[in-house]
């Protein structure tokens, strides 16, 4: 890859904040969200995909050179997780591929990165209570991080209705809103095509 140092416009002693800082501000300016419906969204997109694929490299070096494996990208393979890969596959509609990848990630190394891609799978599945808790997360455990703020208040804003199982105002429609965990079972389908039998008659 290109050198990921260049990317983000530091040099290759920078510290673990130091890169941070740098991607924040990069985040802040070609983020796709603020190039919606303007000719040079694929061109944003395609940048973003490079800051975030260079912070992951970054990342990993300055935490591998410290002797730190580093909480955020610690896999379960014992690997570093892409995270740069795991949202090129979000945004190219491998949402299964990506979730798989994210599942595969040991539970004690899902940071703030890892809500956010989890949060972005879940949102385009239409899973909306899902995606507003990792939304959520991801904004309170780096509350700086002007990427993870700008997908919490997006959700935010979406149109809401009451979520009884959630205890807060949820967003998308009614359809897509069930307890937490729950999924569409066989008892569900028959009483759904029961009820739309009778509305027939």
Known sequence: MTDPYSILGISPDATEEQIKDAYKELAKKYHPDQYENNPLEDLALEKMKEINTAYDEAIRRARSSSGNRGYNNYAGNNEYADYGQ????????????????LDNILENARGAEWHFCKGSVQYKRGWYSEAYRCFETAHQMEPDNGEYAAAYENIKKQPMG????????????????????????????????????????
């Open 86 to 101: 795991i949202r090129d596959d979000i945004t190219r509609g491998k949402i299964d591929q990506a979730d798989a990848a």
């Open 162 to 201: 009451y979520n009884p199982y959630a205890g807060k105002y949820d967003s998308g429609p009614y359809t897509a809103r069930r307890a937490p965990g729950s999924e569409c079972n066989m008892c569900d389908i028959c009483t759904c095509l029961m009820c739309l039998d009778c509305c027939c008659r």
